[in-house]
């Protein structure tokens, strides 16, 4: 059974940082990559960062470039995003999925498999 799981989230300060861990099974984590998406309320879900699983390349979003960092443990097929000075603009459900193939994009309808999300609140 293919599970995608995403942990870390919490309420923190302007400021303030997280690490979300996206945990993996079912499938070979090293043929796909990984990304982490985010949902506001009221707002379209957004791609926030990948990485491919093969080579390691990370990619980012503008709004988060220099804040926000991911990597991957392929070993124990975890994807870290840990997140640094956030912002209230941040507060969203973050969403790790997975997406055959090595290549990252932040195209939802490519992404495979979703795990359920984790709550990111950043207070003012």
């Known amino acids: 059974e293919v599970q995608l799981q995403a942990s870390g989230g919490g309420l923190v300060q302007t400021g303030g940082s997280l690490r979300l861990s996206c945990a993996a099974s079912g499938f070979t984590f090293g043929d796909y990559a990984i990304g982490w998406f985010r949902q506001a309320s009221g707002k379209e879900r957004e791609g926030v960062s990948c990485v491919s699983s093969s080579d390691g390349n990370a990619y980012y979003t503008d709004s988060v470039k220099g804040r926000f960092t991911i990597s991957s443990d392929v070993a124990k097929n975890l994807v870290y995003l840990q997140m640094d000075s956030l912002k209230p603009e941040d507060t969203a459900v973050y969403y790790c999925?997975?997406?055959?193939?090595?290549?990252?994009?932040?195209?939802?309808?490519?992404?495979?498999?979703w795990g359920q999300g984790t709550q990111v609140t950043v207070s003012s």
């Open positions: 999925a997975a997406k055959r193939g090595y290549s990252c994009n932040f195209y939802i309808e490519e992404y495979d498999y």
